[in-house]
């Protein structure tokens, strides 16, 4: 169980800090949320806490933890499914799993399509999303600002 000011990652939304714990009915069921508020856009994300591990909350990485993701970036080898569907599905299956290393291989495999092919407009959301899940994460693991988590991120995919 997490507790208020604990730094935690909704695979779907980033990294943000838990703002409060709240009791919420919900469909006639009162339940206990986490009330996440995330850095970028200040957007608020209600978590029951009694499903936090079928969603995938976990807690941030540490900075060495990002440090080694960031590391591994440009070694990462991406093959991109030729249909556009089952490429879809594959990289929403990397982005909902929470693991920081395959949202990266999602976000370099986007970019790259993007510069050779151009991505549909459902690709580019999904390139943003994955991203501003990246920089969050990375961002609050290392305790740096958007913008130069930003910049570290983008380095190691031009490396």
Not at 65 to 92: D, F, P
Request: glycine letters at 10%.
């Amino acid at each position: 169980m997490f507790r208020i000011g604990d730094k935690i990652v909704h695979p779907m939304h980033g990294a943000g800090v838990v703002d409060e714990i709240v009791k919420r009915r919900v469909n006639g069921v009162v339940r206990d949320y986490y009330s996440l508020k995330l850095p970028i856009g200040g957007m608020l994300v209600m978590i029951p806490t009694d499903h936090c591990d079928e969603i995938g909350v976990r807690s941030v990485l540490s900075g060495d933890e990002a440090e080694r993701v960031l590391g591994q970036i440009s070694g990462i080898q991406v093959e991109m499914e030729t249909n556009w569907n089952h490429r879809y599905r594959e990289n929403m299956l990397r982005l909902k799993s929470g693991d920081l290393l395959e949202v990266a291989k999602v976000v370099k495999g986007l970019m790259l399509r993007d510069g050779r092919r151009g991505l549909s407009t459902g690709e580019r959301k999904m390139l943003h999303s994955a991203k501003q899940i990246l920089i969050s994460e990375i961002g609050m693991a290392q305790s740096i600002s958007y913008q130069e988590a930003e910049s570290r991120i983008n380095e190691a995919l031009q490396s």
